[in-house]
């Protein structure tokens, strides 16, 4: 990862995206109107064949600059975003998702300047192709147990990291699988506790990797987390397996509650 030096700008907005021109063209016009320039936008393409690169190639814009080539998989080329950043504070917007409004970056720009956090995160609202809002993710208390233990988490869309912090926690790892992100920012946890900014910061359209998991996919997950981390509740695999059984139980019956009420936030 580059150091970020004295002129570098204020945001890398990290991007990846393959065979997706119609996501990378909404997260585009998400970018190019913010009322904030002082970022570069860093787009790892997997090797597209959709026309992306042709698109990509014919824009006029200072900030943007784009690789194309294979990968290993979604955080594998999130990794290589990491390693091209410059900026004072990361944030990584893949295709097809959005910045809540124009002021985003603004917004966060100064709430980092008042607050000097090294990480912080905000709401995101989970849109459908017509941008109907059709779920919020809207962790206002953020508990580090919670976290670890897969009860609540973080749209990687709405967390700005510094760069000094992304420096200390390293890359995604890929082997955790589509809760990488999560593990990433649970890391970043055991290292600084976030700040909260009280508004919404993305837009996540429906359709991403993890549509389709079940409600307490990311408890399991969590479980194996610990597990690769020498972190079982109490040393015991036996007691950090019932309590997870519980949670995850749990988890299901509050995802069936919230279904009959018709969803809306969670």
């Known amino acids: 990862m580059t150091s970020a030096e004295p002129d570098a700008p204020r945001f890398s907005i990290i991007t990846i995206g393959r065979n997706d021109l119609d996501g990378l063209r909404n997260t585009w016009q998400s970018i190019v109107t913010q009322d904030f320039h002082d970022f570069e936008w860093l787009i790892v393409d997997g090797a597209s064949t959709d026309g992306s690169l042709e698109w990509l190639a014919s824009q006029s814009m200072d900030q943007l600059s784009f690789v194309s080539e294979p990968d290993n998989g979604i955080y594998d080329a999130m990794n290589k975003g990491i390693a091209r950043a410059t900026g004072e504070i990361l944030v990584f917007i893949n295709s097809g998702d959005m910045f809540a409004t124009i002021e985003t970056l603004a917004l966060v720009d100064q ?156």
């Open 111 to 266: 709430d980092q300047k008042m607050r000097g956090w090294s990480w912080a995160y905000g709401a995101m609202n989970v849109v459908d192709s017509e941008r109907n809002v059709i779920d919020v993710n809207n962790w206002r208390n953020f508990n580090t147990w919670q976290l670890r233990m897969g009860l609540h988490s973080i749209g990687h869309q709405s967390a700005f990291f510094t760069h000094a912090l992304v420096s200390k926690v390293g890359l995604y790892r890929s082997e955790v699988g589509v809760q990488s992100d999560q593990d990433f920012m649970l890391r970043a946890a055991d290292l600084a506790e976030p700040a909260y900014i009280d508004e919404v910061l993305a837009l996540l359209e429906t359709g991403g990797v993890s549509s389709g998991l079940e409600p307490d996919a990311f408890v399991r997950k969590a479980q194996m987390i610990r597990q690769m981390d020498d972190r079982l509740l109490w040393g015991s695999a036996l007691a950090d397996s019932l309590l997870t059984s519980v949670l995850a139980a749990t988890k299901r019956v509050r995802h069936r509650i919230w279904l009959m009420r018709g969803g809306g936030t969670s």
